[in-house]
């Protein structure tokens, strides 16, 4: 068998050492061409895994990912917060290869012209959340602070000044329909102030939040979680309960589920996911159901 490992920011080869006891496994450093391997194991957080997706993906090679980054929300989701983990669904996976599943993307397609809504730029996967909103002001305070920080609470600590700093903006997120002439149209799903709209792939961002608690990485939709207008102080108060998927009975929550959705904002808002700056707005959000091949979990 031969297998590549990607080594993400803060990762060495002494990481790989506990994965290669197998000596009938050939190993090679860095993202492999088509043809050169049959196995990935990436090391690092969900911010590596995004920026490698689209290759990922182009390969359809079965992918292990080893939790070694600030952020393993998509590790976590996958069943796989610990390294040793990922070290025992990889000896599962020498012994048979019986444990490899596929897994949902989401994809981001920012629109050139939010008026006819023509695609811009080529669509861009991810693997966890797309946010917009106050979670695309916290991503990018918290990218700001040191790595260890970053992994020991950054997100939670970025998010406590931006609460009560964060004004409502007008937020429009519109649904396919078919119309009478059975050409694309587009209805509005949401339209009101809002805080944030999570568009999830998975259950987990930002650190092990539940913004999207009943999300599931491989039924084909996306779970979306808009947060209206809120008085910093219930803000405040609600976030913990963002940690345990309690905040779903809050009036101002709205929730649910689309395999594609149009965002429209007043004005061009940045748009973040895994923690990783993707555009700005207007943007068209997706699901593409099944297209990454990881190793789960037995």
């Known amino acids: 068998m031969r297998a590549a490992a990607i080594l993400g920011l803060g990762c060495s080869p002494k990481d790989l050492k506990p994965f290669q006891g ?12 088509p043809g050169e391997v049959d196995v990935i194991l990436l090391f690092g957080g969900d911010g590596t895994i995004h920026r490698h997706l689209g290759q990922l993906v182009n390969l359809g090679l079965p992918v292990l990912v080893v939790p070694a980054g600030s952020g393993n929300d998509f590790a976590t989701s996958l069943g796989l917060p610990r390294v040793r983990n990922s070290l025992a669904a990889w000896q599962t996976f020498l012994q048979g290869r019986e444990n490899v599943r596929t897994t949902d993307l989401g994809t981001i397609t920012p629109l050139a012209d939010g008026a006819t809504g023509d695609p811009g730029l080529d669509p861009r996967y991810y693997s966890c959340v797309a946010g917009v909103g106050i979670d695309a ?3 990018e305070r918290a990218n700001r602070m040191p790595r260890w920080l970053r992994g020991h609470g950054g997100y939670a600590l970025s998010l406590a000044p931006a609460i009560f700093t964060f004004a409502p903006f007008p937020l429009k997120i519109l649904i396919p329909c078919e119309g009478r002439d059975f050409t694309q149209q587009w209805t509005p799903r949401s339209d009101r102030p809002t805080l944030i709209a999570a568009f999830a792939n998975t259950p987990l961002y930002g650190g092990g939040m539940k913004v999207a608690p009943q999300a599931k990485m491989d039924d084909g939709v996306l779970d979306v979680c808009v947060v209206g207008g809120v008085d910093p102080f219930k803000l405040f108060c609600m976030f913990p309960t963002v940690y345990a998927g309690r905040h779903l009975s809050i009036k101002e929550v ?8 149009r965002v429209e904002t007043e004005y061009p808002m940045d748009v ?22 990881v190793i789960a979990p037995a």
């Open 272 to 293: 973040y996911a895994d923690g990783e700056f993707v555009c700005r707005t207007p943007i068209e959000v997706a699901v593409q159901p099944g297209v990454l091949k």
């Open 254 to 261: 709205e929730y649910f589920q689309v395999s594609r959705v």
């Open 137 to 139: 002001a916290v991503a």
């Open 22 to 33: 197998e000596p009938t496994v050939e190993w090679q450093i860095g993202m492999p061409a």
